[in-house]
Each structure stands twice: as C-alpha cells, then as structure tokens.
C-alpha cells in the first residue's frame, strides 16, 4: 500500500470488510482475530448457519452481525452486507471470505487500485503470480472451463473465473445489484462491471485450500444458474 | 367410448364450475379464466367430436389427430412449467428480499 492509501483511509474514508458466513464456527474465529487488528469496519453476514458462527460472530462487540432467519446462499449474503454497509455510508466495499482462505494483509492491495488510481472494482485473483498452491484438477480442467463460459456465455475477460475477494466503490455497489443468490453471484458481479464499462482491476492475492470447498458439482450448478437467469430474465 | 364421453364431460363441468366460481370470488384474472376455459371446452370437444382433430391435423399438415392432441399437450406443458419456473424465480426473489429486510433490520450493532 502506497502511502497515499494510508492517508485515505486514516482520513475517515470508510471502508466495510462483508463476510458472507454459512456454518464457518471453526474458521471465522482466527478470520476475525486478524481483522480486528486492521482499520476496517467489519459486516459479517450469517447465513442461518446451523452451527455457533452467529454466536462466535457475537462476541466481537466491533462487528456488525447481521442474521439470515432463511439460508439464502452467499450472493444473497453479499447483497445484503451491501446494502447495509451503503446505508451506513461506505465509501468502499470489500468482499472477504469467512473461512479463512483469503490473507486480511491482502485487503489492503485490492484496495489499493481504487484509493490510488480511481477504479471503480477490483477482483482478486489467484493467477496473477503470486502463488496460490490451487489443486491441479481445477487449475488445469475446472477454471478454463469456467473461463470459457465466462467468455462467451458473458463476456468476462479476467485470469479468475470465480474471484470471491473483490473491492468496490460505493457507486459500483450501487448500481451492482446482486440478484445471483447462489455462488453464480461471482460471474454476475464481473459481467456486470463489464456491461457496465465500469474500471476494472485485477491483483494478485493468495488463495489457501482447505480439504473441502467447490467441486466439479458445485460448478454445474453454478453454470445451471447462469443460464437459467439468461432465460428466465 | 359412449361411457368414456360422458364421465370426461361430467368431469369438465365439474372443472368448469369450479372456474366459474373462482371468477366470481375474483381468484384469477379474467385472461387466465378465458385461457383455462377454452382449454378445457377444446378438450370436451375433441372427446365428443374425434374425427374433428383429424381434420385440423390434416389442414397443418400433421399425419394423425391424435398426434396433434399429444403435439399440443406437450407445448402447452412445456409452456406451464416455463410459467411455472419464472413464478418461482419470483417468490425465491421474494423470499430473499423479506429474508434481508428482516437482518438489516435486527443488525447486532457495537
């Protein structure tokens, strides 16, 4: 981070981790450890987790919990951490992961393009140098496949299909209305920056695994859903 | 077929009525009560009249009556489920939003 970018955030811009969390009570912990030591303010969404995430999430006095009765899925998480650090005057908003596979010490670089050089979004991404240790089957089938869809089914033109970690001014957010429920919110939100001929950025960040996480039907399912809103709308 | 006839017909009435009453108590709108009404006076019809849908295929060129029977019953399935579907999409949108309202409102503040 530049030091201008210190400058503008220590000067009062303010800026809102969201954290969609769905059963994230072993993880969301050391999440939101690392957070509190940085100046954001932070939004946890839980996603009527059937675990003691809400509860953990309860205990950090300094974070916005906000509470799904009806599990609705993490773009619908996002959208509603969205309007609720909008309404309390976010200047930028961040897009962050609850289970710890994104680093905290990265928000400031996918900041930095919008601070510094007036982006309007920037998307994270695991392909860009840095070294994210991604499994083969997906690095080499899953994600051109998924860049392929983006490409032709949406005209995305980013090296990360599906980037969770992601930043953006408050009119993007604005005019960015998550209507993608599931986990096809991630190739909605790029589509739409590029309909919209928004100022797009990509930056390298770090990705750590767990042994869990999207598989192959996981993908389907989001394609399902890409294609079912192209005919539905 | 005589004894067929006559139970589809008292069976279509019996739906009719029913959609007759539902208009009346102003349940559906007037489009679909005139869909729904034409739809099954068609079907009354060809139970009484056969020989009519042989004709029509016959006018659009398809072999068979009944293929044009099995024809338009799977469009106008497939045209339902469509319906179906969107309505869907619209009550989960709707849930989402009430679901939202709901967290914003109840925020667990510092």
């Not at chain 1, 190739?187 to 869990?212: G, N």
């Amino acid at each position: 981070m530049t030091s201008e970018t210190e400058k503008i955030i220590s000067n009062g811009v303010n800026i809102f981790v969201v954290i969609p969390a769905y059963n994230e009570e072993k993880r969301i912990r050391q999440v939101l450890d690392d957070l509190s030591l940085l100046p954001y303010k932070v939004v946890v969404v839980d996603d009527a987790s059937n675990d003691r995430t809400a509860e953990i999430v309860a205990q950090y006095s300094k974070v916005s919990l906000l509470r799904h009765k009806i599990n609705r899925d993490q773009g619908a998480a996002l959208q509603t951490g969205n309007q609720y650090a909008l309404a309390k005057g976010a200047d930028i908003i961040v897009h962050f992961d609850g289970d710890g596979q994104f680093l905290s010490q990265e928000i400031k670089d996918v900041l930095a393009p919008i601070v510094d050089d007036d982006y309007d979004i920037v998307f994270g991404s695991r392909f860009l140098s840095k070294q994210s240790d991604i499994p083969s089957f997906k690095k080499n089938i899953i994600f051109p496949l998924a860049r392929l869809v983006n490409r032709i089914f949406l005209g995305i033109k980013t090296s990360d299909p599906q980037s969770g970690f992601r930043a953006m001014t408050r009119e993007t957010a604005l005019r960015i209305q998550i209507e993608q429920d599931g986990k096809a919110h991630c190739s909605e939100i790029m589509a739409k920056a590029f309909e919209y001929k928004l100022r797009i950025k990509e930056v390298p960040i770090t990705v750590i695994y767990h042994e869990f996480g999207q598989g192959m039907g996981h993908g389907f399912k989001i394609l399902k859903d890409i294609l079912f809103s192209k005919i539905s709308k | 077929m005589m004894y067929l006839q006559i139970l589809v017909t008292i069976f279509i009435v019996f739906i009719l009525l029913k959609l007759f009453l539902q208009k009346q108590k102003n349940k559906i709108s007037l489009l679909s009560f005139l869909v729904w009404f034409m739809l099954w006076l068609a079907v009354l019809i060809v139970f009484w009249l056969p020989d009519m849908t042989s004709y029509l295929a016959a006018w659009l060129g398809i072999g068979r009556g009944a293929d044009l029977v099995v024809y338009i019953s799977i469009l106008v399935i497939f045209y339902m489920i469509f319906k179906i579907f969107v309505r869907l999409n619209k009550i989960e949108e709707g849930i989402t939003k009430v679901v939202r309202d709901d967290a914003i409102k109840n925020v667990k503040e510092e």
